[in-house]
């Protein structure tokens, strides 16, 4: 089963991973902060993710590990 | 299994780009195919003075941080002192086009054997949103502030375009960062081009059109979207020389 | 050892590629050429790289990529090419990256002339380009000190890792004089650079870098490189006496001038005054104490200082002698460089001045 790990201390919110998954995994949270005050991305569909890394590729930040 | 984890030759370092800036995508695709070639043993980087300014601190590797421009002039120092090494030269479109022109012609006209990582956002970023010498006709800037008028700021300069006007230069490409698809062929390209590197061919350089989302005053997602519709119509996407092309050519 | 006749030009090429200088990179510019020139045959043979770069700009930054990766690097040029070379000084100076630079000083301001001068002093002995630096400066007085300054320039440089300047005028540049060439050292004698980024791989990584944007970074950094130049100061200082024992008029100058000072010491001893001279060879760091010491000496009642300028070392010459004994100054620019009569003239008149108390 494929599954994706946000590192959250270095995410900015900037969604363009949300934008690249196919499978609408992921979404940017409404209130969970982290300590730059950047809304996280969270993994909100994880059971869809099909390991395809679209949105570790368009991560500028490299928050993201992809496990299949 | 994993199938995507941050390539070693970036270090731990967190970037400090702004939130959806694509430099981090240029700055990931150029360590790994530094990585996947091998070339990590012999690496040597020169920083530019810009948004990019910071890369000493993320490349894995040597690092030389540049004065404004002159980063090709550097490059050439170490490279021919060097030319066993790999050195590849990180620049933004102020720093390589405007006050560095000189200094980027010239070392395209000797073909200088490193490579070039261009990175277009047709603004100057870490001065806060500046017209830049790739600032699009229409497109507003701090300095421009109606948008760029060529009655009074002239034309964006095509870089790729006109260092392919020089006999030297081994290989040219201009690449996107604007969609998955994009940055997949840009990574190749870079691959490419210090693959050539690597073997001794020549000058490469490789322009990489980058958003920029917090001076164009979009959202990240909306930059991507601009970056595909309206840069790519003043710098559209392609190979502007490939000798290895010709030389394939040549012999068939 | 035979002596051999060179060109000033190539005696500080010799000096540079006999103490292991393997890269070098300049643009032409009257009256330097030669050093380029001369640079372009020789590298090649030696293994070693010239490039004709673009501009001076692009030069200096060569020379900050190529001792960056450890090699001894050299650029030459002079005064206008010099003042496009500030920007790259500064950078270099700041991420203690030894190399050597070549003035070979023509009358400015601006474009200014081609004949000798030495105006350029302020700029090479206090910065030059922005921020709190200095270099090492040596200023040869005959062709046989272009070759050897520039020789020891290097090491120098390394020592400290200050980048180091060769302060000659147009006359020394310019000069053809018999020679004794300094034996040529071998690259494996020449101490490794552990902090040069050279690409080994398995050690940690290193950074060559003037950014340093927390203030209390920057600081202790600054405060590190003056340091240094307090412990140059201390250990490198060095000048020449000529008959300063007993004079009562010394006369002081630096390369070419120098020269011609000495002359004019002995011209105004067959006349029966009392002339000595002294001339610094280091102009960074100035030689404070040696000048202090001879204004001290109780039989001298004032200094000459001559130079082609306005009056730039003079500065120096009267911060070290602290107002003991008066210092006069007498000045040719445009490229004049003036004559040994001239000097004599001038050190009765100083000499004059000064016993009347004026």
């Known amino acids: 089963m494929a599954s994706i790990t946000i590192d959250e201390k270095v995410c900015k919110g900037c969604g363009l991973c949300a934008n690249a998954c196919p499978k609408k995994v992921i979404s940017l949270s409404e209130h969970r902060m982290n300590a730059n005050g950047y809304l996280v991305a969270e993994a909100v569909n994880p059971g869809n993710c099909i390991g395809c890394a679209f949105c570790a590729i368009m991560c500028p930040d490299l928050a993201i590990t992809v496990e299949k | 299994m994993k199938v995507f984890e941050k390539t070693k030759m970036l270090t731990d370092a967190h970037m400090h780009y702004c939130p959806g800036c694509t430099h981090g995508i240029v700055h990931r695709i150029l360590a790994e195919s530094i990585e996947e070639l091998g070339l990590e043993e012999k690496c040597i980087g020169i920083a530019p003075v810009g948004c990019a300014v910071f890369a000493y601190n993320y490349f894995n590797c040597d690092m030389q941080e540049a004065a404004h421009g002159r980063a090709p002039a550097v490059a050439t120092g170490i490279k021919r002192c060097l030319p066993d090494r790999t050195v590849f030269v990180y620049q933004g479109d102020g720093d390589l086009a405007s006050i560095g022109m000189a200094e980027t012609v010239h070392a395209a006209a000797r073909g200088e054997k490193f490579t070039v990582i261009f990175i277009n956002n047709s603004i100057y970023g870490m001065t806060g949103g500046q017209m830049a010498p790739t600032t699009l006709v229409g497109q507003k800037a701090t300095t421009c502030q109606s948008g760029r008028d060529p009655a009074v700021n002239g034309y964006p300069i095509r870089i790729c375009e006109l260092l392919a006007t020089l006999d030297a230069p081994y290989y040219i490409e201009r690449v996107s960062t604007q969609d998955v698809k994009h940055v997949l062929a840009a990574k190749k390209a870079i691959k490419k081009a210090l693959k050539f590197q690597s073997e001794g061919r020549g000058y490469t350089f490789i322009e990489v059109l980058v958003s920029c989302p917090t001076n164009w005053h979009m959202q990240p997602v909306e930059a991507l979207r601009f970056m595909a519709e309206e840069c790519t119509k003043t710098f559209p996407l392609g190979v502007f020389r490939d000798k290895s092309q010709e030389e394939g050519n040549a012999h068939a | ?311 730039q070392m003079v500065e120096d010459v009267r911060l070290s002698v602290a107002g003991k004994k008066p210092v006069f100054f007498y000045g040719r620019t445009g490229g004049n460089v003036p004559s040994e009569e001239e000097i004599v003239e001038q050190a009765k008149k100083a000499l004059a001045s000064a016993k009347e108390g004026v």
């Not at chain 3, 030069?59 to 050299?74: D, E, L, Q």
């Not at chain 3, 020891?152 to 200050?162: E, I, M, N, T, W």
């Open chain 3, 1 to 311: 050892m035979s002596k051999i006749l060179l060109h000033g030009t190539e005696a500080i090429c010799e000096g540079a590629l006999r103490n292991g200088c393997r890269a070098f990179f300049g643009y032409p510019i009257t009256p330097q050429n030669e050093v380029p020139e001369y640079m372009s045959v020789k590298m090649p043979q030696l293994g070693g790289v010239f490039v004709q770069a673009e501009s001076e700009v692009a030069a200096i930054n060569m020379v900050y990529g190529a001792a960056g990766a450890g090699v001894r690097a050299m650029t030459s040029s002079s005064s206008p090419g010099v003042s496009l070379k500030q920007e790259g000084i500064s950078y270099v100076a700041c991420a203690r990256i030894p190399c050597v630079i070549v003035n070979v000083m023509r009358a400015g301001p601006g474009l200014g002339g081609i004949q000798p001068a030495q105006g350029d002093y302020f700029q090479a002995t206090k910065g030059g380009g922005h921020g709190d630096y200095h270099l090492i400066v040596l200023a040869p007085s005959s062709v046989q000190e272009a070759c050897d300054f520039t020789y020891q320039a290097f090491d120098l440089s390394d020592k400290y890792r200050v980048p180091a300047m060769i302060l000659a005028d147009g006359m020394i540049g310019q000069l053809m004089e018999p020679v004794e060439l300094p034996p040529v050292r071998s690259l494996a004698d020449i101490p490794k650079k552990e902090w040069a980024t050279d690409g080994r791989f398995g050690e940690k990584r290193r950074v060559l870098n003037s950014l340093l944007i927390e203030p209390d970074v920057l600081e202790p950094h600054v405060n590190a490189l003056a340091a240094t130049y307090e412990e140059i100061k201390k250990n490198e200082a060095r000048c020449e006496r000529y008959k300063t024992e007993d004079a009562e008029i010394v006369l002081t100058a630096y390369g070419t001038v120098a020269r011609i000072c000495k002359s004019a010491a002995d011209h105004l001893r067959e006349q029966g005054i009392k002339a000595g001279c002294i001339r610094p060879i280091t102009v960074f760091p100035f030689p404070e104490r040696e000048y202090a010491a001879v204004a001290a000496q109780p039989q001298v009642k004032a200094l000459l200082d001559v130079e082609l300028s306005l009056g």
